[in-house]
């Protein structure tokens, strides 16, 4: 039986075309700045975000840590959305590694927070207080359902966020599925930020990676943080030519992912005792709520037997998530699978 596996599209394999590229990549010393193919890969993602340079990093964890470290000093305080990436799932490393506490705001369910909620969190100038420095956002928004951000509420949140004297950073981890979801270019999203990382390794398919970009004085200094972090990859055009395939070829084709999404969503909302937010599915992400009567612990384990993997993220809520390696046939033997574990 084929195992469907819908837990994150971090799952995705290379291409061929990517393997290809890895295997006869041109290659030099990055820590030197003379790798050809990550320089290649930093200026067209720097380009395609709207920003004068980029830097190829790890991970997106990587990226968002160093614009925290970039932005920020230690002492100093940012804001993220209560449901944020970088404090559920980012192992605190704001905190510990930059020295920054991290103040939450509600996110909304449309991963959106609001321009008040924004204002009241932003410290005082008082002795007693942490300057507040930073504003983090998240495009697409995972915990809220792969949320898409739209140009006109970033240009709204901005607006308040530089009255207030912050910067922003925008977690950009799957924004190609938003512009795609907008049908718009990536730097529409981004035009209002002073950074915004993303990943390669998601719906992209490429094995390993992420960019942050920005100014180039800020990627500058973001380099020698990388250094600091251990991020100096040496002759890392190997797997950053799987980037510039990823970023040339795979882009288009997420538009396959959002639909086998709400294809999975749709079939979820005609079973019995399994609650979906149709109007809540934007992207390639799709929460769910088993009733009460159905056992959690059973449920899980019928879906291992059954060779489906989703997220439990706790109490009765799952997480499914599509991607290039899942067809639509897929998708439909998923659903009978999924109904036959209840």
Not at 220 to 230: C, D, N, P, S
Request: glycine content about 8%; aromatic content about 4%.
């Amino acid at each position: 039986m084929k195992v469907i596996d819908l837990r994150s599209d971090t799952v995705t394999l290379p291409t061929q075309e990517m393997l290809r590229a890895m295997a006869e990549a041109e290659l030099g010393d990055d820590v030197y700045q003379e790798d050809p193919t990550v320089n290649h890969l930093e200026l067209l993602s720097a380009q395609m975000l709207g920003k004068e340079a980029a830097l190829f990093t790890a991970s997106g964890t990587m990226s968002n840590l160093i614009a925290v470290l970039t932005h920020t000093a230690r002492g100093e305080e940012i804001i993220v959305g209560s449901e944020a990436h970088m404090f559920w799932y980012e192992v605190g490393g704001a905190s510990a590694l930059a020295g920054v506490s991290l103040d939450t705001v509600p996110n909304h369910q449309d991963g959106t927070i609001a321009p008040h909620d924004l204002e009241q969190a932003v410290r005082p100038d008082n002795i007693h207080h942490p300057k507040t420095t930073l504003l983090c956002l998240e495009n697409t928004h995972n915990r809220c359902g792969g949320a898409v951000l739209t140009p006109q509420y970033m240009l709204g949140i901005a607006e308040t966020a530089r009255r207030r004297g912050l910067k922003i950073h925008l977690d950009g981890a799957r924004i190609f599925n938003a512009s795609v979801a907008l049908k718009l270019d990536a730097k529409e999203l981004a035009e209002h930020c002073d950074s915004v990382c993303f990943c390669l390794s998601k719906g992209l398919s490429a094995p390993v990676g992420s960019l942050v970009c920005g100014s180039r004085e800020f990627i500058t200094e973001a380099r020698k943080w990388r250094k600091m972090l251990g991020g100096g990859m040496r002759q890392a055009g190997v797997i950053a030519a799987a980037g510039i395939v990823a970023l040339e070829t795979m882009i288009s084709r997420l538009a396959e992912d959002h639909a086998t999404a709400h294809q999975l969503a749709a079939g979820l909302n005609l079973m019995a005792d399994i609650k979906v937010s149709l109007e809540r599915v934007e992207t390639n992400i799709v929460y769910f709520e088993l009733a009460d009567k159905v056992p959690v612990t059973e449920f899980i384990g019928k879906l291992a037997s059954n060779c489906v993997k989703l997220s439990h993220f706790g109490g009765r809520r799952f997480r499914a998530v599509t991607h290039r390696m899942l067809t639509a046939a897929d998708i439909d033997e998923a659903l009978t699978r999924i109904e036959g574990s209840k």
